[in-house]
């Protein structure tokens, strides 16, 4: 029974010893090929990306869309408090808009939405023309105490 043992114990260690430096290579192969895969897969989703935004010289159009007196004014005042290059202010196509909102107009949707937490709304929405004039839209709704009341 012993000698049993002992042969069975020499297999054991041969066949480790076989796979030993080999098996180790082959085991850091493939664990540095899944790193890549899961690093490229995680970039082409823009997880390591940079997120453009240029909030200091950013300009903006707000747009009156609640049709309060002197909203427009109120706002371009609170936004150029803040830092951000109000460039006109004036009615929207209509007064109808019941939540203000936030159009980015230059692809920098970080920026956009930069400005939608200062004024603690969720819209922003993009539209990008060819020749964008401003950076920003800033179409001014029915709640835009949301924003204002801070100002005081």
Known sequence: MATKKRKSRR???KKSAER???SIAYNALVIVLFAAIVYLGL?????????PSREGDLSV???????V??????TAKYLRTHGYDVVD????????YEETIVIDRTGDLASARSL????RIGNVIQQ????PLVDIKLIVGKDYERFLRLEG
């Open 43 to 51: 970039s082409l989703y823009g997880v390591f990306a940079p997120q």
């Open 128 to 131: 990008v023309p060819e020749t």
């Open 69 to 74: 007196e002197g909203v427009g004014l109120r």
């Open 89 to 96: 202010f004036r009615n929207a196509d209509h007064f109808g």
């Open 11 to 13: 297999k054991r260690k």
């Open 20 to 22: 030993g430096p080999a």
């Open 116 to 119: 939608a937490r200062l004024l």
């Open 61 to 67: 159009l707000v747009l009156n869309g609640c049709g």
